[in-house]
């Protein structure tokens, strides 16, 4: 059962990557203004998984405070160095006008490894509890929606068709099933390999959170939606909190 509700969760959240149909009839005006809601129930989500969830579990099944604790750091240091070596091409504007194809590969094979850790998160989330597995589906889910939408627009301006950057994209987030199945593989062979990933997952999701989408949050100055950000904000941690009473 668990390796069902893991397989058709990774591919729930392949199919988040033709989000772009939708967007297609949605104004670039609309999708700017809305889209930080997302981006707060992703924070609340990640953090209340990796806090909630995932941390405790580590702690307990670790059994060793200090070696959980430096496996969260290098959790974070880890995706801290994932972003430095797949994201330098966003620093530059004149990367993306003078050479557009490249940058669109980047992207595909960024959010191919990126879903492909996912994959694994998921996979090992997934043999400790279902439970588990579903408050972290729902967190890569909330993370998901508003990525795969600045992926898509990221693909439209490199030059590919719309029906292209839908396919291509998709095809990115299929390696989410790759790491599903990679991690039933090494789960099978014992329970150190969840163990282990667990707490660097929960600080690679601390590091999304904290140093990627906050910043974002922080560009919004309308008290209104700043208020909207923060009822999001709870919305996700309490999501996650309210999984907690399935287990």
Known sequence: MAYLAAIISTLAISLISLVGVFSLSLKE???RKYIFLFVSLA???LLGDAFIHLIPESFETLQNNTTASLLIIAGIFLFFIL???LHWHHHSDDTVENHPHPVGKLILFSDGVHNFIDGIVIGASFLISIPIG?????AVILHEI???IGDFAVL???GYTRKKALWLNFLSALTAILGTLVAFVLGAT?????TWILPIAAGGFIYIAVADLIPELHKTKVVKHSLLQFL???VGVLLMLGLLFLE
């Open 29 to 31: 005006e609309f999708l």
């Open 43 to 45: 924070v609340g989500a």
């Open 83 to 85: 972003e430095k070596f």
């Open 134 to 138: 579903i408050a972290t589906t729902v």
């Open 146 to 148: 508003p990525q795969e």
């Open 156 to 158: 439209l301006h490199a």
């Open 190 to 194: 014992g329970e150190t390999f969840t």
């Open 232 to 234: 999001a904000l709870a």
